[in-house]
């Protein structure tokens, strides 16, 4: 399994606009899509 580094979780967090509905294949923990749904009021759902 390919792991993206918590660092570069604000370079994608920028791709992603407020209030957008994001799909997350492979999310692991969580912690990606958790700060969107903070940061960016984002619709989320995870699949690990």
Same mark, same amino acid.
């Not at 799909?23 to 923990?29: E, K, T, V």
């Given at each position: ?9 604000? &370079? &994608?967090?920028?791709? &992603? ?5 994001? =799909?997350?294949? /492979?999310?692991?923990?969580?912690? =990606?899509?958790?700060? =969107? ?8 759902? /995870?699949?690990?």
């Amino acid at each position: 399994m390919h792991k993206i580094p918590r660092q570069n979780h604000p &370079i &994608i967090e920028e791709w &992603i606009a407020p209030g957008s509905r994001v =799909l997350d294949l /492979g999310c692991g923990d969580g912690t =990606l899509l958790s700060g =969107l749904v903070e940061r960016k009021q984002v619709e989320a759902m /995870g699949v690990q």
